[in-house]
């Protein structure tokens, strides 16, 4: 089973980006019929969360991951948006809630029961993997290793920040990758980069896809990172606007 297989190719931020995700699976060997999906010999696809959100096919990518789950084929972490949107369609009054309305509207869509499963997988989704012996670690935001319990599980879906605010006006999130000293490599999404790089023993695979950069995938145990490139600029954010005008001018 997954545990044991022990390689894993696992897929940063998707946002309900379907189209790139078919294709970065194409390329990993990966088939889906829109039931059914399969790996090739071993390997075992996981998600670092943020399964939607802002993109075009939220209940798609969401269709997606939970049959690779329900099949044994698949895991994913919960992120911060799965999270929100699950409370979401439970009826809790969440914030800031604009970042709902694109999956909001697609799933207004959908027959009741559907919206049901897709809200009862999110909910479900684990704060955190431990995989390999503990050698690898999926979070979506962060890990803290100075926290326990519900405090660790809450950082490692929604990640915090520290009250204060960056030159360029943004709220400044708090750095868990430079004190980081754990043994597991961690793998993880949540901060849009432009590329995928290891910084110490962690690794961001959120390279912005649903900003118009690129879904990525790291093959885990070569370390081999897959990439393709992003098929629109489906939302924009102030953070992502930055990294994109620093690289423009040389910075
Ligand atoms: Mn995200």
Same mark, same amino acid.
């Given at each position: ?11 940063? $931020? ?17 088939? &889906?019929?829109?039931?059914?999906? =399969? ?31 329900? =099949? ?29 309305? =694109? ?28 995989? $390999? ?33 960056? #030159? $360029?006006?943004?709220? #400044?999130?708090?750095? &868990? ?66 990294? =994109? ?7």
């Amino acid at each position: 089973m997954p545990e044991a297989a022990g390689r894993y190719d696992i897929v940063g $931020d998707v946002h309900g980006c379907l189209d790139e995700l078919l294709s970065l699976l194409e390329r990993l060997g990966y088939r &889906w019929n829109g039931q059914d999906l =399969t790996p090739p010999q071993g390997r075992t696809l996981v998600f670092v969360g943020d399964l939607v959100d802002r993109g075009p096919k939220v209940a798609e990518v969401v269709t997606l991951v939970r049959r690779g789950v329900e =099949t044994g084929v698949a895991l994913s972490v919960r992120g911060n948006h799965d999270d929100r949107l699950a409370r979401a369609l439970a009826g809790e009054a969440v914030k800031p809630s604009r970042l709902l309305d =694109t999956s909001l509207a697609q799933l207004e869509r959908l027959p009741a029961a559907d919206v049901a499963v897709i809200r009862d997988f999110l909910a479900a989704l684990p704060a955190r993997l431990e995989l $390999d012996g503990g050698r690898l670690l999926v979070v979506h935001a962060g890990e803290r290793a100075d926290l326990s319990g519900d405090a660790r599980a809450e950082f490692n879906v929604n990640g915090a920040t520290t009250g204060r605010v960056t #030159e $360029d006006g943004l709220k #400044e999130r708090f750095d &868990w990758v430079t004190p980081y000293t754990g043994a597991a490599l961690v793998v993880y999404g949540h901060t849009p980069v432009l590329r995928a790089e290891q910084v110490g023993q962690t690794l961001d695979l959120d390279t912005g896809c649903v900003f118009g950069g690129q879904l990525t995938t790291l093959r885990y145990p070569e370390m081999e990172l897959v990439s393709v490139p992003s098929l629109g600029a489906y939302a924009t954010n102030r953070h992502w606007q930055l990294l =994109t005008q620093r690289v423009g001018a040389g910075a």
